[in-house]
């Protein structure tokens, strides 16, 4: 198990390079999502070149429009949003209404969009914001992989142009959706098998990690007493985000998944990792959409990831608050 700072998997790594990292949101926000935007826009060592969505937890229209809602509530309207795929690849879609709600972002007081999404779609505003960019663009994507995989096979020529790729999504032990699949990766298992044979560097934060990224009741009084509106609306969207975790696991609050994609970009060491082959089966019945890990290398397909294995919770918590507080 490797600290976040010391591998060739797009993990921050001590460099005198001080430029920020560029990056690209890809989501379906949900509630996670939403903070996994807060923390990416309010850290120095990224710079959050576009959001893109993709359905997931609600319809595309509905993650669209909450993205679109969240960056307004920030005042970061300047963020160009396009919208992408409405469905996966294959697969028919399928929507955990009881996580998120109908609207995708249920259980706060959000503002309605300032601003409309770019004319272009999702996968031409990735193009152009990666072919603009002046370093290698880091891709990160919080919801299932459609527009990944559709812009890696419409642009091959610019996939050297892909930095890594820090997905949330996956998991080497239990599954949310089934008992072998976490949801981003169940819903099109096509499209993460594309993703994870790219040959992109890849920073997995499956539910190995993510399950132990829980914002606890004391942790949401903090932000909402620090961060003002902000604050008061992400601890009313967290309260309502714990209310299925808890009646389902037990837990005493929800875990940010999302967030922990972005969190391990801008603090080396805060997740702690094992470097992998990673494969997805899309042929299995019982198993669609699984994270299949091989450590003794038996496939003879060399490592793609960085499999989050564990996380230092207390100073994630942290950096959530500390970005909250940036926005109050
Ligand atoms: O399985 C958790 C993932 O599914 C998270 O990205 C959550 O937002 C949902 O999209
Ligand atoms: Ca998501």
Do not use: K
């Amino acid at each position: 198990m490797t600290g976040a700072g010391s591998n060739g998997a797009g993990e921050p790594r001590p460099s005198v390079d001080r430029r920020p990292r560029p990056v690209v949101l890809d989501c379906d926000p949900g509630h996670d999502d939403a903070l996994a935007i807060l923390l990416a826009l309010a850290r120095p060592e990224l710079q959050v070149l576009a959001v893109t969505t993709v359905a997931g937890n609600a319809p595309l229209e509905r993650t669209t429009r909450n993205a679109l809602r969240v960056l307004t509530l920030l005042g970061r309207t300047d963020v160009p949003v396009a919208s992408g795929a409405e469905r996966p690849l294959v697969r028919a879609p399928w929507i955990p209404v009881e996580f998120h709600g109908q609207s995708g972002l249920d259980g706060a007081d959000l503002p309605e969009p300032a601003v409309r999404p770019v004319a272009e779609d999702a996968i031409e505003l990735t193009a152009r914001v990666v072919r603009e960019a002046a370093n290698p663009v880091t891709l990160v994507p919080t919801g299932p992989l459609t527009n990944i995989a559709l812009f890696l096979r419409a642009h091959p020529r610019l996939v050297p142009r892909i930095g890594a790729i820090s997905l949330m999504g996956g998991s080497l032990g239990e599954g949310n959706t089934t008992a072998a699949a976490e949801f981003n990766l169940w819903s099109d298992p096509e499209a993460a098998a594309i993703v994870f044979e790219a040959g992109i560097p890849i920073l997995m934060s499956g539910l190995d990690v993510t399950h132990q990224a829980l914002v606890l009741p004391p942790d949401i009084a903090r932000l909402e007493h620090v961060g003002g509106r902000t604050g008061r609306v992400f601890a009313d969207l967290l309260r309502f985000f714990a209310v299925h975790h808890r009646q389902r696991y037990g837990w005493d609050g929800p875990p940010i998944h999302d967030a922990v994609a972005v969190a391990r970009l801008v603090e080396p060491g805060l997740v702690m990792s094992r470097r992998l082959r990673v494969d997805v089966e899309t042929a299995g019945e019982l198993t669609r959409g699984r994270t299949v890990a091989d450590p003794e290398g038996l496939s003879g397909r060399p490592p793609n990831a960085e499999v989050g294995l564990a996380i230092d919770r207390e100073r994630f918590v942290d950096l959530l608050v500390e970005a909250v507080a940036s926005f109050a």
